[in-house]
């Protein structure tokens, strides 16, 4: 696989995860049942996470799209450019392919990415690489994917209805060309991880359609395997001083997590627990350090915003 740099506390570059047994079952049964996998947890509980990892572990090409509260269920599967197609048309003479005008979503390529290169037959093949695959794979090495849709709950309620057919029948026409748009014979069923934060009521209908699996809170020993694993990978020497560090902090987030009962703030994840550690080796401070209780206050009990 070619390798995917990217930089950044978030990289998402499918390295690293603490794959529980539970989870892996979670993943087999969307696999079998080829219904998309609905991840709900804590922010920073790894749920966006897992997508690549899966990916990368199983050499599969790998999309996502962010939803934000304009995304469109349509922006999944195409978009048209139709200002830059009236723009042409005022300046061009002769009839304008539309093909032209087409940008395959991720389900497009996920499902067909011989169709989404040539938009369907419309255009030559002239797309050799997959332009939205983020591990930029060679086009002969794979024919399955991982489509992450992140953070659904933040689209309007429409959003999630308008996808069940296409995710349900694996086809869908493209409205500006006509293009009938179905998974390639060759083409193994992706999967499809569509994660929630629980801030807006998914419909019924939708949840009914996916196989749900809730990340459990972090545990001390979970913590520690996560910090094991991100430091191997950056080559980090488990000496005794960091497995402490490691195990110190684990304490801590689940100590803050528990003091949050009242509901008031978020309470910390496992993200957040990666920052304390990397912030506690490079700064070179320890629990019971001076400095620690502020480096705890900036990274694991984070006070709620004040209005004002």
Known sequence: ??????????????????????????????LATDRPLLLSGDPGSGKSSLAPFHARANSLRYYEHVVTSRTQAADLLWTFDSVRRLGDAQTHRGRL?????????????????????????????????????????????????VVLIDEIDKADP???????VPLGSQEFTVAETGTAVRREPDVAAPLIVITTNGERQLPQAFLRRCVTFTLPSPTPERLVRIARLHLDHAGVPL????????????????????????????????????????ACRALGIRPGHPRWPLVRSLTLAKSPQQDG
Do not use: C
């Open 239 to 278: 000496d005794a001083e960091t497995v402490h560090l490691t195990e110190a902090l684990a304490d801590e987030l689940v100590r803050a997590r528990e003091n949050d009962g009242g509901g008031r703030g978020r309470p910390p994840s496992t993200a957040e627990y990666l920052d304390a550690l990397h």
């Open 158 to 164: 429409d959003v999630p209805n308008s996808l069940l």
């Open 97 to 145: 392919n539309d093909g032209a005008y087409v940008n395959p979503g991720v389900l497009w390529w996920a499902l067909a990415p011989e169709s989404a290169r040539t938009r369907g037959g419309l255009l030559q093949d002239v797309h050799r690489l997959d332009p939205l695959d983020r591990f930029h794979h060679q086009e002969h090495r794979t024919k399955g994917a």
């Open 1 to 30: 696989m070619t390798p995917f740099v990217s930089h950044g506390p978030d990289a998402r570059d499918g390295y690293i995860y603490d794959l529980a047994p539970d989870l892996q079952l979670a993943i087999q049964v969307a």
